[in-house]
């Protein structure tokens, strides 16, 4: 029952943005959009959520389309410590502690 | 470094050996979790503590045991293993359960012969 939609890899350059897609078309209102990280050999790594509004920290943006069926995270200058995979995760936000981690999108930035 | 750490990092054990994963957190939180990670497989949500008591079971077999002795600790006793729950098992934690972020700790690679 995957709420998400995500291409299987992509890659980038170094020290350019990154923009990764997620579809969530069946999202409902009351449901966040959280997006992990999960570098080799390490435990998952969170990175940032938002509900409906653009959300950005230290570490990347957040696009949340108008209708919220879809969004975009935005590496904006990728390094070599940025090759991962990037999980995009639905979830209500209250009393909803389950991370239903799917394939994700393996990010591979070059040199 | 993220505040939690799990001891050890890799285990390699029989199936008639009895094991523990540890899992200690170093962040105040009161919520802690085992996830399970297969081959080639999502990311599974196998226990939730949230204040020591346990929350959550998704159904997972008898011969994983947690134990959850204070909200900075957490357990889970291995016993009679089959093959296929060789795995990295990943601990988290996070203030409570809710929107908050978890944090995970490195994992135990676990072999099962």
């Known amino acids: 029952d995957a709420k998400t939609t995500q291409p299987t890899s992509m890659d980038c350059a170094e020290g350019r943005a990154a923009n990764l897609p997620c579809n969530h078309s069946?999202?409902?209102?009351?449901?966040?959009v959280y997006w992990y990280r999960q570098i080799h050999s390490q435990g998952p790594q969170y990175i940032i959520h938002?509900?409906?509004n653009n959300e950005t920290n230290e570490m990347a943006s957040l696009i949340i389309t108008e209708d919220r069926k879809s969004s975009t995270l935005i590496l904006p200058h990728a390094t070599l410590r940025d090759t991962a995979v990037y999980y995009c995760?639905?979830?209500?936000?209250?009393?909803?502690?389950?991370?239903?981690f799917g394939a994700g999108t393996t990010v591979t930035v070059r040199a | 470094e993220t505040g939690v750490t799990q001891t050890p990092r890799h285990l390699v054990m029989g199936m008639t050996n009895k094991k523990s994963l540890k899992c200690e957190q170093h962040l105040g939180h009161n919520a802690m979790y085992w996830y399970k990670q297969s081959a080639k497989k999502p990311l599974e949500l196998m226990f939730v503590?949230?204040?020591?008591?346990?929350?959550e079971n998704n159904s997972v077999p008898s011969r994983f045991s947690p134990e959850c002795p204070n909200s900075s600790h957490l357990f889970l006793h291995l016993h009679t293993l089959q093959p296929e729950d060789s795995a990295l098992y990943l601990c988290?934690?996070?203030?409570?359960?809710?929107?908050?972020?978890?944090?995970f700790g490195p994992g135990t690679r676990l072999t099962v012969l």
């Open positions: 503590y949230n204040f020591k008591e346990q929350t």
């Open positions: 938002g509900l409906k």
């Open positions: 988290a934690s996070s203030q409570a359960p809710g929107h908050n972020e978890q944090f």
């Open positions: 995760i639905v979830r209500v936000g209250v009393n909803d502690y389950k991370l239903s």
């Open positions: 069946t999202i409902s209102g009351n449901e966040y």
